[in-house]
């Protein structure tokens, strides 16, 4: 059951799926249309599950579900995973390396390597930690690298 992001509760589960690259408007356009046709008859066990999205800085794509309702199930989890993919697919681009970190550089938002990171940034640039899991950390998700989980390779 497809529902606005913005309606749904702050401790929401959430997905977070990056671009590699910044979204044009026709790919963001393709993928509120793919992901809002899968949130619509998104189920678990045939239960509907209530979810919503959003796509974030033109990179993040953000789906939440309301799990006070109907939770998520391995099998669930795998058919958005599979969206997902397929997305990947059609418009050539990556969702799913997660060995990429998001970072602000000369305040711009910049795709980087884990393995380039120390070249790139220190510990009080800023970074968006994906890693979070509910709605609310959006509003904590930009940090500098000092407070989240990549601190660790400096």
């Known amino acids: 059951m ?3 992001f913005d309606n749904l509760s ?7 799926f990056p671009s590699d690259r910044p979204l044009t408007d026709n790919q963001e356009s393709y993928i509120s249309s793919e992901i809002s046709n899968h949130l619509r008859h ?3 066990h045939s239960n509907p599950l209530k979810a919503g999205f959003k796509i974030l800085e033109n990179h993040f794509i953000i789906i939440a579900l309301d ?5 998520a ?8 995973q599979h969206k997902i993919e397929e997305i990947e697919k059609a418009l050539s681009i990556s969702l799913l390396n997660r060995l990429n970190v998001f970072c602000l550089i000369k305040d711009k938002l910049s795709c ?5 990171l120390v070249s790139v940034a220190n510990l009080d640039t800023f970074f968006y930690d994906l890693t979070i899991q509910k ?9 500098p690298i000092r407070n989240g989980w990549c601190k660790v390779y400096f």
């Not at 702050?10 to 977070?16: L, Y």
């Not at 709605?135 to 940090?143: H, Q």
Request: glycine content about 2%.
């Open 67 to 71: 799990e006070s309702i109907n939770i």
């Open 42 to 44: 998104w189920t678990a």
């Open 112 to 116: 980087v390597s884990l393995d380039q």
């Open 10 to 16: 702050e401790d929401a589960r959430i997905w977070i």
């Open 135 to 143: 709605k609310s950390d959006l509003k904590l998700y930009l940090k």
């Open 2 to 4: 497809l529902v606005d």
């Open 73 to 80: 199930t391995g099998c669930s989890i795998d058919t958005l």
